[in-house]
């Protein structure tokens, strides 16, 4: 089981560049998650996914797109990145249970010029 | 707007000590409660969980939470510098497509 999978491990853009972010889980979880982590800011919750097929924003969602492709995978886009978007970010998954622990990717760290 | 707070330290304490991190959370709702470690470059790690009042305690870590109060405290028994970490709350209602709220973190330094 290798939990929750996240590529790249690191990113260089430019201002303007796009890319994907990408995250697969293979627990056969039903909500996923995209968070970015700042320095002194803590997680902020991008955008989610409660279940295959859904997708909702959450509390940082400007200048993102995400996809959720299937049940194993949800993936993040910078359509046009900007230095603000300069972070770490961790996709994450549930079962989706009442309880809902999550389980966290190993980051992407993006750094845009 | 859901509100979870934690002091950010750093909380330093001896090694053997115990290490008494809180957080407090501004949702009466809250059904679940979560402390995260995380080790400086690396992801958030899933520690302990609790979801009714009182002490839940795994090891040596101990979960208190108490509703009544909106506060929910993560003591460490026996610090070891390998606890050295931040430790994020996060807090959750139940039901639907709840997401929980995470606080900022506490920093722990256990000294030798």
């Known amino acids: 089981n290798a939990g929750v999978t996240q590529t790249p491990k690191f990113q260089v853009l430019k201002t303007g560049q796009s890319m994907t972010l990408q995250c697969a889980q293979d627990?056969?979880?039903?909500?996923m998650y995209w968070y970015r982590q700042d320095p002194g800011m803590g997680l902020r919750l991008i955008y989610y996914?409660?279940?295959?097929?859904?997708?909702d924003k959450g509390e940082v969602p400007n200048g993102y797109n995400v996809s959720r492709l299937n049940k194993r995978e949800f993936s993040l886009r910078l359509e046009s990145a900007a230095p603000s978007q300069t972070s770490v970010y961790f996709c994450?998954?549930?079962?989706?249970?009442?309880?809902?622990?999550?389980?966290f990717g190993p980051g992407t760290r993006l750094t845009v010029l | 707007q859901k509100e979870v707070e934690q002091n950010s330290g750093p909380l330093s304490v001896p090694e053997g000590a115990i290490a008494s991190l809180n957080c407090t959370y501004s949702?009466?709702?809250?059904?679940?409660f979560f402390w995260y470690r995380q080790y400086s470059g690396k992801s958030p790690e899933l520690i302990m969980f609790?979801?009714?009042?009182g002490d839940k305690e795994d090891g040596r870590f101990t979960a208190q939470l108490n509703k009544a109060s909106q506060y929910v405290s993560l003591l460490i028994r026996d610090s070891q510098p390998s606890d050295s970490a931040t430790y994020l709350c996060?807090?959750?209602?139940?039901?639907?497509?709840?997401?929980?709220?995470f606080g900022r973190g506490t920093s722990l330094i256990v000294h030798p």
């Open positions: 994450a998954s549930s079962v989706a249970s009442s309880y809902n622990e999550q389980f």
């Open positions: 627990m056969n979880h039903n909500s």
């Open positions: 996914s409660a279940s295959e097929g859904t997708t």
């Open positions: 949702d009466r709702g809250s059904q679940s």
């Open positions: 609790i979801y009714s009042n």
């Open positions: 996060a807090v959750g209602t139940t039901g639907g497509s709840y997401i929980p709220t």
